[in-house]
DNA sequence: CAAAATAAGTAATATAAGATACAGCGCCCC
DNA sequence: GGGGCGCTGTATCTTATATTACTTATTTTG
């Protein structure tokens, strides 16, 4: 069974010509890279000419340049998503436990390695300063996570509501809500139709829309002005929502730390209040 | 300093026009590869013109877009040459990003380092038994968790109850309860005397109690069947529910699958009645 | 509220890329 | 040593890609 190209080639390198056998060569020992530049430059690098290195994608079994190119950026888009589960124990087949835990600590890391302090710091500071109100709501199975970022947030600031229940309840909090604001959606596939009317909504009223979605992007993307990527793939029957709870906790963080004098103040009126 | 695209990226996401932020988001959504497809596929899926991935480009200074995918390739070259830089983001150390990610990945490797297989299978197995109703609650910050469970639970299964609102209401509850029950309690510290008292109650009245807590053990443990003890301490004002959460999900995933004959046909009911 | 400035998209253009046809060369077998 | 076959490179053509100019829409500012 040949799954990745470079096996592919591995297989058949010994029946190419000459030519073909420095430009299989020439790809492997950078692979994937060279196979992503232009037939040119692979050529160049391979020292051979042009139509040999078209030759050779043919002879792979690809219809054209373009195809070939295709494929390797797919097996690369594969690579880059799971980078740990591919270099570790692909057999531990155990219980049902560990694999689960290992794309989730996966997933928590690619996340991260596509979200920059930067970003990170610019939303926390974003929903620090407290110019307008703050809504959170989620989708189906995201509420939660909405929920759970809204109960910390509340603590440290005034203002900030969940928006729960029906659809028909949080559409008439569009009145409140103006270019001052801020709303957290949290919307992972299968990406809710009303979310979506109801954040494009948001946004023609100048609402300011932080997103927390999965790595396919919620339509909702259109409307965000920040936007989180969480990747969700784990070996179950649902989506993990884990990566996404763990962004959430790291800006409940950041935020804290940012409003901390403010928030602290605030926190022993709320003891006394009890 | 920056040193990667990305950085860049994220370093002017903030100047950006609407419509080239769309495009960085959608590059930042799974980097690189969408920068190495054409202006055209690009343009696509950021469901933006092609003039506006342009005009994206040339704001992060380059002359012209070949000139940008090379840099890509570059970056990606030296990244697939050293596996080891590719865990991390290499600029984010120092930052406040990754010290939170760290410690989270390491309460979740503890916290399964403590729980093992057959703990897990068993809780499942309760659960999965459809002998009596399964009731879920948390505490202050819990409770998200609890609903989150319940969520998924409850579309593979009937009789699935959050309990939510106030203390009164889920305590009327209880005469509902008998053996045959099951009851999920999320508690950390804090710990919440309201649930405490609650879950004596139940214990009392024979439902088994599941309990998800923090590794200093809420003192509902007494009464619980199954404890499960997470990991919470993060470099933050706030605990961490993290660990917990993946466990919860972990769990979902493993009922779900002894459900699986069942359940499909009970989501398959579902969706029609939608 | 009006005018200016800025963005975004459409359509046309220029350019660079991949594909093809053909000729030269080397190699192997007879 | 001669004839045939196969591989490789040069030059040309075609395709499609990036780019630019221009128009329309949107937002900002006085």
Redesign the interface.
Same mark, same amino acid.
């Given at each position: 069974m040949i799954s990745s190209i470079a096996e592919l080639i591995s297989d058949r390198i010994g029946a190419m010509p000459a030519g073909e056998r420095r430009a299989a060569q020439t790809l492997i020992a950078?692979y994937p890279?060279t196979g992503?530049?232009t037939v040119a430059e692979f050529s160049a690098a391979a020292g051979v000419s042009s139509p040999t290195i078209l030759r050779f994608v043919a002879r792979l079994g690809f219809q054209n340049y373009p195809e070939f190119q295709s494929a390797l950026?797919d097996e690369? !888009?594969a690579q880059?998503?799971s980078?740990?589960s591919r270099?570790l124990n692909p057999g531990s087949t155990?219980?049902?436990?560990?694999p689960?835990?290992e794309a989730?600590?996966d997933n928590?890391?690619e996340t991260?390695? %596509?979200?920059?302090?930067?970003?990170?710091?610019?939303i926390a500071a974003r929903l620090a300063e407290r110019r307008g109100k703050t809504f959170l709501i989620g989708g189906?199975?995201t509420?939660?996570?909405a929920?759970?970022m809204a109960? %910390?947030l509340a603590i440290i600031q005034p203002d900030v509501y969940h928006l729960a229940g029906q659809e028909s309840i949080w559409r008439d909090r569009l009145i409140d809500m103006g270019k001052r604001d801020i709303l957290v959606i949290f919307d992972i596939r299968r990406y809710q139709e009303s979310l979506v009317r109801f954040a494009e909504k948001a946004h023609q009223r100048g609402v300011q829309i932080i997103l927390f979605t999965d790595?396919?992007?919620s339509p909702i993307?259109?409307f965000?002005?920040h936007?989180i990527?969480g990747r969700t793939a784990?070996?179950? !029957?649902?989506d993990?929502? !884990?990566a996404l709870?763990?962004v959430a906790?790291?800006l409940?963080? !950041?935020v804290?730390?940012q409003l901390e004098a403010a928030g602290a103040k605030r926190i022993r009126e709320l003891e006394n209040l009890r």
């Open positions: 950078n890279l992503l530049k950026q690369l !888009a880059l998503q980078p740990v270099t155990g219980g049902a436990v560990s689960m835990l989730t600590l928590l890391r991260f390695r %596509h979200l920059t302090d930067k970003q990170l710091a610019d189906r199975f509420d939660p996570l929920r759970y109960a %910390h790595q396919w992007l993307a259109r965000a002005r936007v990527a784990v070996p179950s !029957a649902w993990s929502s !884990a709870f763990v906790e790291t409940i963080g !950041a804290t730390r």
